[in-house]
């Protein structure tokens, strides 16, 4: 396996690629808002991982106390993305990536660490058959088809908030949650509020500004959740082609 990597640290943040978007020059309001989001993270333990390149390879984890999901648990890491696209998959970025975070998990005196899966894997979570690998297990599931995949260090596990398990929210109109942890966020935002405001389609966003909302959410979350007619539909970014196949519902 060629190639170094390096951590993001509030010294480096706002000279380092931040691997999801690649862009060269003009700055990208998405991974603009998520160096922003980053900046406050990093301080809680945060990691952002990634390859010394300009290229997808990363890995993106917190201590679960701290991660911006409706998951609760003792002493464990929460990952939020592992990545490698392009032309750097299949040169082991993925498995390094991965030994790290398990290794660090087991430095830090912690009971493991988990991650959002799903009974089909979804577009915008990290491989969950790949983690499987590595020994993750389900360790909590809901009706509506995600799970938690935890690899367990000392034998505990963690859990689904409460709420999770029955996700409902008031209102029929389209509902949007949504923090900045993904650069791509702001533009699916703006994306569905335009086609909202063209089509006369009520929208309503929450944006999950504090680690208290984020663990109070109604459903399961990675950095984005939709509702229609008081009714979960995903956790997937929304293309207009999705957008539209909820509405018609």
Known sequence: MEGAFVNLTPENLEREHLCCIIRSKKPHPGVEAKRQWLSDRLKEGHVFRKLDAK???????????????????????????????????????????????LADARARGRSGVCMLGAAKQKAWLSDQSFARKFGFETADATDYGYTLLARSLDGTVPRFAPQVKEPRVEGEELTIFYDFQC???????????????????????????????????????????????????????????????????
């Open 55 to 101: 290229a997808t390879v990363f890995i993106e984890y917190a201590p679960l106390e701290t991660a911006w999901v409706p998951v609760l648990g003792d002493n464990y890491l929460y990952i939020y993305c592992l990545w490698v696209l392009g032309g750097e998959k299949g040169k082991g970025y993925g498995r390094a990536l991965m030994e790290y975070c």
């Open 183 to 249: 650069p791509y966020i702001l533009q699916s935002v703006e994306l569905a509020r335009s086609y909202c405001q063209e089509t006369g389609t009520p929208v309503t966003f929450h944006p999950v500004d504090s680690l208290e909302k984020a663990k109070a959410l109604p459903c399961v979350f990675n950095n984005w959740a939709v509702f229609y007619k008081g009714k979960f539909e995903t956790v997937n970014l929304l293309d207009l082609a999705a957008m539209k196949r909820i509405l018609k519902k």
